[in-house]
């Protein structure tokens, strides 16, 4: 497992921009699947995104394709979620976690390393 700590949500209007931090400590994080997931009041946790272990795959949910991006530099152990055009639909807790799997899981059981959490806020 690795320790997970995310960053940089906040409060944003409607249309506004965000980019979340997640930062890993342990020397395997480049052999891990990075995702991001987010939780609303009274919902479930969902999938938001994923990258491969080296960065060259990801995937998207339908409700933020073409609007957020996920990135990771292996070499500085972080993941990144750029969130552009941000809806009020949007707001939630996201959470980064982290997965031993060369491919792109987006079941939230393959995870088995999550951050605490980071509260994204967006305003009509």
């Known amino acids: 497992q690795v320790q997970l700590v995310e960053s940089g949500g906040g409060l944003v209007q409607t249309g506004g921009s965000l980019r979340l931090s997640c930062v890993a400590s342990?020397?395997?994080?480049?052999?891990?699947?990075m995702g991001w997931f987010r939780q609303a009041p009274g919902k479930e946790r969902e999938f938001v995104a994923v990258?491969?272990?080296?960065?060259?795959?990801?995937s998207y949910a339908d409700s933020v394709k073409g609007r957020f991006t996920i990135s990771r530099d292996n070499a500085k152990n972080t993941v990144l979620l750029q969130m552009n055009n941000l809806k009020p639909e949007d707001t939630a807790v996201y959470y980064c976690?982290?997965?031993?799997?060369?491919?792109?899981?987006?079941?939230?059981?393959?995870?088995?390393?999550w951050g605490q959490g980071t509260q994204v806020i967006v305003s009509s």
């Open positions: 976690a982290a997965a031993p799997w060369r491919g792109l899981p987006i079941d939230p059981a393959k995870f088995d390393s």
């Open positions: 990258v491969n272990w080296i960065g060259s795959s990801t």
């Open positions: 342990g020397r395997t994080f480049s052999s891990y699947a």
